[in-house]
């Protein structure tokens, strides 16, 4: 590891355990959607109100109801339409997911293309979540969707702290060296911070160790296995793990190598796009 990496992981460590380090905030559509679903007698009409504040969020989900996963004999073109059809907690769940793209805004063309592409990434990881949850387990599909889009949520602070320090701007090794270091520490604080639920909290410290045996399948399964798939025969170094061995791949019942599996799964990837 660089001097520069070495002491850039070293800053950002210890701004962590000093409650030092400037973590995004949620945008605000999200905290209203979450204050307005945590109301059990919430109707419809009332999140639908909260939701289309944000057009751009309420597009995306009515392009997520009808998409091919979920999609219903005849085409949904209203968002009240969508939320009853995808319940009132499943919607939240999912829109508070997706407004996140907010946060992935950056002043400098170097880092608002990193952000670009582990927000693209967490979309196709979201889609594959969902998918896998709905075939092979009893688990909720909308919060694997979540756990797909913030696995990864821990890279941003690293981003913003690299946008103020041009030296580690330009070092591009460097800078991939600390965020693969250490963005699953940052991702796990982030989500406390945010108050996400439990399941979900401690996913973006959880989701790179193949090794992990969980007593029966949970979130973090669902998201490594789509991460395998999503890299599978690239060059990422998630691309060279020897899938057999891993508990998660054993537990769904899933094989990289079968065709039937893989192209169901295929084409859940761009489902949140």
Same mark, same amino acid.
């Given at each position: 590891m660089s001097n520069l990496a070495d002491k850039v992981q070293q800053?950002?460590?210890a701004a962590i355990d000093n409650d030092d380090l400037v973590l995004p905030t949620l945008p605000e559509v999200a905290l209203q959607i979450r204050k307005a679903a945590e109301d059990p007698e919430i109707s419809v009409s009332t999140l639908s109100k909260v939701i289309a504040r944000d057009t751009a969020l309420s597009a995306r989900l009515i392009k997520v109801v009808n998409s091919p996963l979920l999609r219903a004999t005849r085409e949904v073109t209203d968002l009240h339409t969508a939320i009853t059809?995808?319940?009132?907690?499943?919607?939240?769940n999912l829109a508070i997911g997706l407004v996140m793209e907010q946060i992935f805004h950056a002043r400098s063309e170097v880092v608002e293309q990193k952000m670009r592409d582990v927000w693209r990434k967490s979309l196709e990881i979201a889609g594959i979540s969902y998918a896998l949850c709905r075939r092979y387990t009893q688990l909720k599909p909308d919060q694997a969707a +979540?756990?797909?889009?913030?696995? &990864? @949520?821990?890279? /941003?602070?690293?981003?913003?702290?690299?946008?103020?320090?041009?030296?580690?701007?330009?070092?591009?090794?460097? +800078?991939?060296h600390v965020?693969? &270091? @250490?963005?699953? /520490?940052?991702?796990?604080?982030?989500?406390?911070?945010?108050?996400?639920?439990?399941?979900?909290?401690?996913?973006?410290?959880?989701?790179l160790d193949f090794e992990r045996q969980s007593v029966r399948v949970d979130y973090v399964d669902l998201v490594q296995v789509a991460c395998l798939f999503c890299y599978r025969g690239t060059d990422h170094p998630l691309g060279g793990i020897d899938a057999s061995s891993v508990p998660a791949l054993k537990k769904l019942g899933i094989d990289l190598e079968n065709?039937?599996?893989?192209?169901?799964?295929e084409e859940s990837r761009s489902m949140f796009y």
């Open positions: 800053d950002l460590v059809r995808l319940g009132v907690n499943y919607s939240s +979540l756990g797909g889009l913030v696995h &990864q @949520i821990g890279v /941003l602070p690293i981003l913003t702290y690299a946008e103020e320090h041009n030296e580690l701007l330009s070092d591009s090794i460097s +800078l991939n965020i693969d &270091q @250490i963005h699953p /520490l940052i991702g796990d604080k982030l989500l406390r911070v945010w108050e996400f639920p439990e399941m979900l909290m401690q996913l973006p410290g959880k989701y065709e039937v599996q893989c192209r169901a799964l």
